[in-house]
């Protein structure tokens, strides 16, 4: 399809990183994510309005401009790479990438990425994907920066986020794939923790690995927890879940759950009753866990 505009629209056509002039162009992205401009000059209103039809337009603002956010977002989105690395400026490695999510986009994004720049003490490359945003940095980050973007997300923009601390890009190679794999990750994360504001990778690695296992496989594996948990209902999913996310502690799962401690006992036994794991050993809890992710993904 782009290639049938490109032959309509010849030279007015571009792609995001082949122009300069970012205001002279309408901008819009395909289902593939893949982001292109036409000239202004050369679509009519009618026209404008069928492109919008078939295609999302693209904030001006996110399209990237800096040279390390080109050699980025063609390295992660497109999977290209130039061949002279003097022609990638700001494409160095090891990278640590985080991720966040926007219900919706902040009104300045602007003092958004200065915000970002002073929270993590250097200038990082930011690039926009829809409602995400994906800062590049070199230096690791450690959780509690996931936990003060959104905080400051909250306080100072009125926005509400979740975080996602990526894998390390140690090379350019497998970067496409890597980030379309931390794409749909977090994508699952969202949807079985709708309420969680921090995550990363390595805790969605579990999802990553049920995705590839197939239904029959899980269904023999995960049978009787699956059967527990819809008998049990939203209740008992929380109920484990967050005695889980406590470290198996009763005292301060049972506060978080506003329960008496006793009652989350009984919780607990009745599953270990119905399914012979008890989630209060490391081993039967990993395994339940796992189930109640399979569980969620359906």
């Known amino acids: 399809m782009l290639e049938a505009l490109k032959a309509i629209y010849g030279q007015a056509f571009t792609y995001y990183n082949d122009q300069e002039h970012l205001e002279s162009y309408y901008w819009f992205q395909d289902q593939a994510h893949i982001q292109f401009g036409i000239k202004k000059s050369a679509v009519t209103e009618k026209e404008l309005q069928l492109l919008k039809l078939y295609y999302e337009t693209v904030d001006q603002f996110t399209t990237p401009k800096s040279p390390a956010q080109k050699a980025w977002a063609n390295l992660l989105f497109n999977g290209t790479e130039a061949s002279n690395p003097k022609d990638s400026p700001g494409l160095s490695f090891p990278a640590y990438p985080i991720y966040i999510h926007f219900k919706s986009l902040p009104n300045d994004l602007a003092a958004f990425e200065e915000a970002m720049s002073a929270l993590v003490s250097e200038t990082p490359v930011l690039l926009w994907r829809e409602n995400e945003a994906i800062l590049i940095l070199s230096e690791p980050s450690k959780r509690v920066v996931a936990e003060e973007i959104v905080d400051l ?146």
Request: aromatic residues 14%; glycine residues 4%.
């Open 153 to 298: 997300m909250a306080t100072e923009f009125f926005v509400d986020v979740a975080v996602m601390i990526g894998a390390i890009f140690y090379t350019a190679q497998l970067s496409k794939s890597s980030y379309e794999w931390h794409h749909q990750l977090f994508e699952r994360f969202l949807r079985i923790y709708p309420r969680k504001r921090v995550t990363s990778l390595d805790h969605l690695i579990p999802i990553f690995l049920l995705e590839n296992l197939s239904p029959e496989a899980a269904d023999f594996m995960f049978k009787k927890i699956q059967n527990a948990l819809s008998e049990g209902g939203t209740e008992l999913k929380e109920t484990l879940l967050t005695f889980f996310e406590h470290n198996m502690n009763v005292s301060t799962a049972s506060k978080a759950l506003y329960i008496h401690r006793n009652s989350l006992q009984y919780r607990l036994d009745k599953f270990h009753e119905k399914t012979d794991l008890d989630p209060k050993t490391f081993i039967d809890a990993a395994i339940i866990y796992i189930g109640i992710l399979k569980y969620s993904l359906g």
